[in-house]
């Protein structure tokens, strides 16, 4: 399968992977591993789907997804009931064998461990939460922040990001450094994501940060992106601390 798995020095019982648009059962719009029900995909397809990444990757327990708000709400694992799909855009956990997911087309996932392999966190930030504070909210549930190191996976790319002025002022506001992620394009505005989330986990005391590399808009044979197809699927990305 051809999907990414994060190249950062995790310790040993640290299993992470960030899913592509490969492997399977949904059609077209959402071919074809389409995790996200919100979409308008057939649920059925969509169970399937996330059947497939679990049994792939040997998961230990289904991943616990998200409703995905834009927000800063961060839940730790496991949850008192399983009943409910929650609303937040981050999840946290110290206890084994629970898998922590976020979804994305565009916006920026950020896998979290220790160093010591014993916490884990994963983020979903698009420009909303990451001006907020996703990161940051996630980086409060770790012991210990400088023990912390990020990997940041399939999102838009620089060269695409478009964005108003109104963007960049909310960033400048809250970090005046942010400045040097936006450069002008025509009369608006072309941001860095994985720059602005660098500075935010820098600030936060994360200088370990891996991946960045990706831009899913320019890449339709292995990205969902809905900038580029509005209509479209959901990647996942994945973190859990492996108990064997």
């Known amino acids: 399968m051809n999907w990414i798995q994060p190249n950062w020095p995790a310790p040993t019982n640290i299993r992470a992977v960030s899913t592509t648009r490969e492997g399977g059962v949904s059609a077209s719009p959402f071919d074809s591993l389409n995790v996200g029900k919100h979409v308008g995909d057939n649920p059925a397809d969509v169970d399937h789907n996330r059947a497939v990444l679990a049994d792939v990757m040997g998961m230990p327990s289904p991943p616990a997804w998200l409703n995905q708000v834009h927000g800063t709400e961060v839940i730790s694992l496991p949850l ?51 001006v907020n504070g996703v990161l940051e909210q996630t980086l409060a549930k770790f012991d210990d922040t400088s023990e912390v190191m990020a990997w940041m996976g399939p999102a838009i790319g620089a060269s695409e990001f478009e964005v108003g002025s109104e963007v960049r002022e909310q960033f400048i506001a809250s970090h005046p450094e942010a400045h040097y992620a936006f450069q002008p394009h025509k009369d608006r505005w072309l941001a ?23 831009c899913t808009v320019s890449d339709p044979q292995r990205f969902f992106s809905y900038r580029r197809e509005n209509c479209t699927g959901r990647q996942a990305s994945c973190i859990w601390i492996s108990s064997h």
Not at 80 to 108: E, G, I, Q
Request: one cysteine or more; aromatic letters at 8%; a negative charge.
């Open 80 to 130: 008192s009931s399983a009943s409910n799909v929650p609303d937040a855009d981050a999840s946290f956990t110290s206890s084994p064998d629970h898998v922590c997911v976020v979804m994305t087309a565009d916006c920026l996932p950020v896998l979290f461990c220790n160093e010591a392999g014993t916490q884990v966190g994963a983020a979903h930030a698009g420009w909303r939460g990451l």
């Open 192 to 214: 860095d994501i994985y720059l602005l989330a660098k500075q935010r986990l820098a600030m936060a005391g994360v200088t370990k940060v891996y991946g960045g590399e990706y």
